[in-house]
């Protein structure tokens, strides 16, 4: 039976053999596209090399962010993923573009020159941030401070998360913040920026009306039992399924809330008893062939349908993101729940015949599912460990 610690041992020499010239591939195997530098998952890997402060792993992100920056489309996009040692082998997205290939890149090229102070690759990737930060004020399309992700344009790429999601807004808050940190520039509108997204996202009775979106929906959200940030944002209508990675950031990047802190905690006890073990599903509910949405996802795919009920994006379990969210519950003081889901994680591994560092564990029996040895895994399993370990970890990331 193999402990927390033996597991992190083997999370960080996973990433360190993903490590090449190029930049940090996503895993070690062939198939579909993974063995390549994808934005999203090299700089995520690239994170759990500033939480190690491992120089391995941080050569690899510095590699990361200059083949990426390389291959930056005229318009402003970061590609979503280069095959190494091919410059016109770059792919934007397939069925649509990835806006979290750009806010990944600002928060990866940001945190490593704020990290190593490495002012010779900073010149190289600062332009690049740049023309990075305007495509996504183009990508507002109102410029009402919000960027607006396309069905499929982000990791969740065969589910139906799309609009104003919480995710890609926070992972583009960090970024601006981070950007400011370092360059000075004055963004004047930014804390209001962050207000306005912690209060529409989590709709409560004393919202001040100047701040919210739309009135009508936000009313009508408040009809519901809130019990965590929403997944995302339509003109019209709130979506409240739980978005892990979403929900993780917010944690990390608004004030914490005392109100807000023990909703989560009541949550957290709701979740286990509804999935069967404290563990975190990426969404959650399970879409079924029953839900308003099925049609949105049973024919989103580009090799193999995945998503069936507790599989895939569809209430599968994936460690990188439990672990980022780990992180945001450590952040707001939930220690107890983050002991909790790291132990029901170590059991998940030790009761696995084949793990192998794969994408994620199914929620109908718990076994383990998608490609193997990916970095992604690896990542989320230092991000668990810093947790429950590292009381520093706010610091190394800026947050």
């Known amino acids: 039976m193999k ?6 041992n083997d999370a960080v020499n996973l990433l360190h053999r993903l490590c090449t010239n190029d930049g940090i591939l996503a895993s070690t195997i062939e198939a579909d596209n993974y063995k390549r530098i ?7 890997c690239g994170l759990a090399g500033i939480l190690l402060n491992d120089p391995v792993i941080l050569n690899g992100l510095k590699n990361s962010l200059l083949t990426l920056s390389r291959g930056q489309h005229k318009l402003g996009m970061i590609p979503s993923n280069v095959l190494p040692g091919d410059s016109k082998d770059i792919s934007f997205g397939s069925l649509a573009g990835r806006i979290d290939a750009n806010t990944w890149f600002i928060i990866g090229s940001c945190l490593y020159f704020l990290t190593t102070e490495d ?3 900073w010149i190289e990737l600062q332009p690049a941030v740049q023309k990075c930060r305007i495509f996504l004020n183009t990508v507002e399309f109102n410029d ?9 344009g982000n990791w969740a790429d065969e589910y139906p998360v799309h609009g104003y999601t919480l995710y890609d807004n926070c992972l583009r808050l960090w970024g601006e913040k981070l950007w400011i940190k370092i360059t000075g520039e004055p963004f004047t509108e930014y804390d209001e920026l962050v ?8 709709p409560t009775h004393n919202t001040d009306p100047r701040t919210v979106y739309h009135t009508t929906a936000f009313n009508q959200a408040l009809e519901n039992k809130i019990m965590h940030y929403s997944a995302f ?32 905690k009541t949550f957290l006890s709701q979740l286990s008893s509804e999935v069967g073990r404290h563990a975190v599903p990426a969404f959650w509910p399970m879409i079924t062939s029953k839900s308003s949405d099925w049609n949105l996802l049973a024919g989103n795919y580009s090799f193999e349908f995945k998503n069936h009920p507790g599989y ?29 889901i790291c132990s029901e994680f170590e059991k998940m591994v030790s009761a696995s015949e084949n793990w192998n560092f794969q994408e994620y564990f199914n929620a109908v029996d718990f076994n ?16 668990m460990n810093s947790a429950l370990n590292n009381p520093e970890f706010a610091l190394s990331l800026q947050l």
């Open 312 to 340: 895939f994006h569809n209430g599968g379990i994936w460690p990188v993101w439990m672990g980022l969210y780990c992180l945001g519950l450590s952040k707001i003081g939930l220690k107890e729940e983050v002991d909790q």
């Open 144 to 152: 009402r401070g919000w960027t607006y992700t396309p069905l499929s």
């Open 3 to 8: 402990n927390n610690s033996a597991i992190h």
């Open 119 to 121: 002012n010779e690759t």
């Open 38 to 44: 994808w934005a999203r998952d090299s700089i995520v």
């Open 368 to 383: 383990t599912g998608g490609k193997t040895e990916m970095g992604y895994t690896a990542s989320g399993i230092v991000f």
């Open 233 to 264: 944002i339509l003109p019209g209508i709130y979506d409240f399924r739980f978005d892990a990675a979403g929900n993780a950031l917010a944690h990390l990047i608004f004030e914490s809330e005392p109100n807000k802190k023990e909703t989560t």
């Open 195 to 202: 207000e306005k997204t912690r209060l529409n996202f989590w």
